[in-house]
């Protein structure tokens, strides 16, 4: 009965965890409930998450339970899950269970991986002899491991193409080659060793570590669950629509508004001083600072026609609380009781905003996924509001990274033809090699796109001593280019199919990447997502934690208590006075301090 997903699928592992003992009653109720969840729940990783937890609490073969899997098998559509259901059929049913596994392994109308994790689970239980196909058993027992070359002999097995191919997905059209960085051609046997994609799916094996600190893994599968809120943000951006509302005010920070800009470039929105122009007539004001010259939109607001998206994973990020209680203000002046209705929070479920947004009675609270970080929610709640707002085919924009992006990033797909692995590998191959900048150039439409991923890249991979810096602004320049400069840079090039491309250096390492269309631009924010994840294993270090943004935090939370307090003197680390005899405080200790406070420091500072 948790509230949340992420807690079900907690309670979930937890009743695979428990030491029964011999308790048989708690136990047949621990397995009663892991079935109704591994069934009947409509999260796909608590229904992963409640199947594992079954063949873990199984201490013997069951054909009760392996009766149950074959059940489940028949109704559940997800290709992970089917896979999963695959292997726990294998485990609770033995070799009673290698018909109908070779029945899964035989069907061509069947998931490819479905039916890797078949014959794997055959191979698994020591009958690799009784799959149907005239290939000795020992080939199928020799290559166990290797699920892409599995999946290319069931291709051939066919009579298909070696490899399956897509229409109008997004396209890698140039390489570094491979043969002229020797680390990178190393980097992807390593990842191909080690089966690095599948237990990044599975969020075992290096990522076990991760996930057990229930650490951001959810976006994996966001495609996916996102589906079923779709029209719950159709319909709010309708409704908007209908009451004639003229402006959208964007309060948030970092990761939680970054992709927003990109959605608005790409899709169609025109800057209009500083705000945004949406092609329904709608504006769009972004309000991630509490500088007063962002204030300056306040003479064209009618906050009548007005809505405010408060966008904050926990709502404790003080530039995003000030400019809400600065709005808020403002409207319960206007609007008495009637207040809430001009805002919207997202937000986790059970955080501090969730509950502030319901005493106060929004007109709406969407919430995000907790297991999924700022940087990481390019295709989450935050983006996906907001884009329905836009006008964006949001049910196509997923559908595209279901069915043209994630078969690639799958481990039935070879390595050298998963770019996600390619771009993981060719990034810190090159790093090792002095390479260690990126730089990245797009098409007007997708410039945007550029903030996103260098958030995405720095954060996730700037760490531990360790980091592949990307660079800003920087363009490119011939003369610059013959000057050596780019020596240490992989470039990144990124343009719509009809853009034009931009010329570089022969010599110089490119990534090329072409978007048949704008709405291929959740397969580019999937596919990063996914390189930048296995860069990090690549590198040894957790992409998903932010060491340097915490302890800025705790730096900014000193300085102020030691200004309450009037132990800082003027020239300290975090406050310093001018040539002209003005203190100055950096602006993570401004932020984080109340007005009247920081009135109260500097008066002290100055006397």
Same mark, same amino acid.
């Given at each position: 009965?948790?509230?949340?997903?992420?807690?079900?699928?907690?309670?979930?592992?937890?009743?695979?965890?428990?030491?029964?003992?011999?308790?048989?009653?708690?136990?047949?109720?621990?397995?009663?409930?892991?079935?109704?969840?591994?069934?009947?729940?409509?999260?796909?990783?608590?229904?992963?998450?409640?199947?594992?937890?079954?063949?873990?609490?199984?201490?013997?073969?069951?054909?009760?339970?392996?009766?149950?899997?074959?059940?489940?098998?028949?109704?559940?559509?997800?290709?992970?899950?089917?896979?999963?259901?695959?292997?726990?059929?294998?485990?609770?049913?033995?070799?009673?269970?290698?018909?109908?596994?070779?029945?899964?392994?035989?069907?061509?109308?069947?998931?490819?991986?479905?039916?890797?994790?078949?014959?794997?689970?055959?191979?698994?239980?020591?009958?690799?002899?009784?799959?149907?196909?005239?290939?000795?058993?020992?080939?199928?027992?020799?290559?166990?491991?290797?699920?892409?070359?599995?999946?290319?002999?069931?291709?051939?097995?066919?009579?298909?193409?070696?490899?399956?191919?897509?229409?109008?997905?997004?396209?890698?059209?140039?390489?570094?080659?491979?043969?002229?960085?020797?680390?990178?051609?190393?980097?992807?046997?390593?990842?191909?060793?080690?089966?690095?994609?599948?237990?990044?799916?599975?969020?075992?094996?290096?990522?076990?570590?991760?996930?057990?600190?229930?650490?951001?893994?959810?976006?994996?599968?966001?495609?996916?669950?996102?589906?079923?809120?779709?029209?719950?943000?159709?319909?709010?951006?309708?409704?908007?629509?209908?009451?004639?509302?003229?402006?959208?005010?964007?309060?948030?920070?970092?990761?939680?508004?970054?992709?927003?800009?990109?959605?608005?470039?790409?899709?169609?929105?025109?800057?209009?001083?500083?705000?945004?122009?949406?092609?329904?007539?709608?504006?769009?004001?972004?309000?991630?600072?509490?500088?007063?010259?962002?204030?300056?939109?306040?003479?064209?607001?009618?906050?009548?026609?007005?809505?405010?998206?408060?966008?904050?994973?926990?709502?404790?990020?003080?530039?995003?609380?000030?400019?809400?209680?600065?709005?808020?203000?403002? !409207?319960?002046?206007?609007? %008495?009781?009637?207040?809430? @209705?001009? $805002? +919207?929070? *997202?937000?986790?479920?059970?955080? &501090? /905003?969730?509950?502030?947004?319901?005493?106060?009675?929004?007109?709406?609270?969407?919430?995000?996924?907790?297991?999924?970080?700022?940087?990481?929610?390019?295709?989450?709640?935050?983006?996906?509001?907001?884009?329905?707002?836009?006008?964006?085919?949001?049910?196509?924009?997923?559908?595209?990274?279901?069915?043209?992006?994630?078969?690639?990033?799958?481990?039935?797909?070879?390595?050298?033809?998963?770019?996600?692995?390619?771009?993981?590998?060719?990034?810190?191959?090159?790093?090792?090699?002095?390479?260690?900048?990126?730089?990245?150039?797009?098409?007007?439409?997708?410039?945007?796109?550029?903030?996103?991923?260098?958030?995405?890249?720095?954060?996730?991979?700037?760490?531990?001593?360790?980091?592949?810096?990307?660079?800003?602004?920087?363009?490119?320049?011939? !003369?610059?280019?013959?000057? %050596?400069?780019?020596?240490? @840079?992989? $470039? +990144?090039? *990124?343009?719509?199919?009809?853009? &034009? /491309?931009?010329?570089?250096?022969?010599?110089?390492?490119?990534?090329?990447?072409?978007?048949?269309?704008?709405?291929?631009?959740?397969?580019?924010?999937?596919?990063?997502?996914?390189?930048?994840?296995?860069?990090?294993?690549?590198?040894?270090?957790?992409?998903?934690?932010?060491?340097?943004?915490?302890?800025?935090?705790?730096?900014?939370?000193?300085?102020?208590?030691?200004?309450?307090?009037?132990?800082?003197?003027?020239?300290?680390?975090?406050?310093?006075?001018?040539?002209?005899?003005?203190?100055?405080?950096?602006?993570?200790?401004?932020?984080?301090?109340?007005?009247?406070?920081?009135?109260?420091?500097?008066?002290?500072?100055?006397?």
């Amino acid at each position: 009965h948790a509230p949340h997903d992420v807690l079900v699928r907690a309670s979930a592992r937890a009743l695979g965890q428990l030491k029964y003992g011999a308790d048989a009653s708690a136990l047949t109720e621990a397995i009663s409930a892991l079935k109704r969840l591994a069934s009947d729940h409509p999260a796909i990783s608590v229904r992963l998450e409640a199947i594992r937890s079954l063949v873990a609490i199984s201490s013997m073969q069951s054909a009760e339970l392996g009766a149950f899997v074959r059940k489940a098998l028949r109704s559940e559509r997800d290709w992970q899950v089917r896979e999963t259901l695959v292997r726990a059929l294998g485990r609770l049913w033995g070799t009673s269970a290698a018909t109908a596994l070779n029945e899964i392994a035989e069907d061509v109308s069947e998931d490819l991986g479905v039916r890797v994790a078949a014959i794997q689970t055959v191979i698994e239980l020591g009958v690799a002899s009784e799959l149907a196909w005239s290939v000795a058993d020992t080939v199928w027992t020799q290559h166990a491991d290797d699920p892409a070359w599995i999946a290319a002999k069931l291709r051939q097995l066919d009579g298909g193409e070696p490899t399956a191919a897509g229409q109008g997905r997004l396209l890698v059209t140039s390489w570094p080659g491979a043969t002229d960085y020797a680390p990178v051609e190393a980097l992807l046997q390593h990842l191909r060793r080690s089966d690095s994609v599948n237990h990044l799916w599975q969020r075992d094996g290096y990522w076990e570590k991760f996930e057990q600190q229930s650490e951001r893994l959810g976006w994996l599968r966001l495609p996916d669950e996102m589906v079923l809120m779709l029209p719950a943000f159709q319909h709010f951006a309708e409704e908007v629509a209908r009451e004639g509302v003229r402006d959208i005010v964007v309060m948030g920070m970092g990761g939680a508004t970054q992709g927003i800009y990109t959605y608005l470039q790409a899709f169609g929105a025109r800057p209009e001083g500083a705000a945004f122009m949406l092609p329904n007539g709608m504006r769009v004001h972004m309000l991630d600072t509490t500088s007063p010259r962002a204030h300056a939109i306040d003479a064209s607001l009618d906050l009548a026609r007005t809505v405010f998206l408060f966008s904050s994973k926990a709502g404790g990020v003080p530039e995003g609380n000030a400019n809400f209680n600065y709005y808020w203000a403002k !409207a319960k002046v206007q609007f %008495g009781d009637e207040a809430g @209705r001009r $805002f +919207v929070a *997202i937000t986790d479920p059970g955080f &501090p /905003l969730d509950g502030q947004a319901k005493k106060l009675g929004f007109r709406a609270i969407f919430h995000s996924q907790v297991d999924v970080g700022g940087r990481f929610s390019a295709l989450s709640t935050e983006m996906l509001v907001f884009a329905a707002l836009l006008g964006v085919d949001t049910p196509r924009l997923l559908a595209n990274v279901r069915e043209r992006m994630t078969p690639r990033l799958r481990s039935v797909t070879p390595m050298e033809e998963n770019p996600a692995v390619r771009i993981a590998a060719i990034l810190d191959g090159l790093r090792r090699q002095g390479r260690d900048k990126v730089t990245f150039l797009t098409s007007e439409p997708l410039a945007a796109f550029v903030p996103w991923v260098e958030q995405l890249l720095s954060e996730s991979l700037g760490k531990d001593g360790k980091g592949i810096l990307p660079t800003s602004g920087e363009g490119y320049d011939p !003369a610059l280019a013959a000057s %050596g400069l780019y020596r240490d @840079r992989v $470039f +990144v090039r *990124i343009r719509r199919e009809h853009d &034009p /491309l931009i010329d570089l250096d022969p010599a110089l390492p490119v990534i090329d990447l072409v978007l048949p269309s704008e709405l291929s631009l959740g397969e580019l924010f999937y596919l990063w997502e996914h390189a930048t994840a296995l860069a990090g294993e690549l590198m040894g270090i957790n992409p998903f934690n932010e060491p340097g943004v915490i302890g800025s935090k705790q730096r900014a939370d000193e300085a102020i208590a030691q200004l309450l307090q009037g132990t800082v003197q003027p020239g300290g680390a975090h406050v310093a006075k001018t040539a002209d005899g003005m203190i100055a405080l950096d602006y993570g200790a401004i932020m984080r301090i109340d007005g009247p406070e920081l009135a109260r420091s500097l008066e002290h500072l100055m006397a």
